[in-house]
């Protein structure tokens, strides 16, 4: 079981040029806990994908904040992107856009970004109460291999 050590919550208004300050922060905090550059890459592609879901669809007049909270765990980011809009939305949980059994005349658009996500990320849960949160959550990769474990034994001769 992971206990939780930190918390960072952030609020900008649900506008697309906030969305680089969001990518930032979470590249801040990954590169705190260790991850990786490829690792911060692809934390960074679902933030910018899960925030781009709250400009392009929460609010319908434009006004409104996306809240992030980032939970730093001893095994996990957990970071949550939510919005409190009053718009219905039509959440599919599904594994994006493409369908290798359709021609492409067929496809549908959309559903790209959360495909992304689920990819990227380790874990993905999507709820809808007031407005969507989108938790997403990363492992942390720790080297676990202990002294020796490559099955070859040093001893000295003398």
Known sequence: MSSKNDSIEMSVPAKAE????????ASGIANRVGYSYD????IKVSMAEACTNVVDHAYKDGSGDIKVKF???NDYLQIQVSD???EKKTLAKSNGPVDANKPIEELQEGGLGLFLIETLMDEVEITQDNGVTITMKKFVQRDEVAQGADGVETTANN
Do not use: M, Q, S
Not at 39 to 42: F, Q
């Open 18 to 25: 906030y969305i680089g300050i969001l990518r930032l922060t």
């Open 39 to 42: 690792v911060i890459e692809d």
């Open 71 to 73: 939970d730093l765990c």
């Open 84 to 86: 409190e809009g009053t």
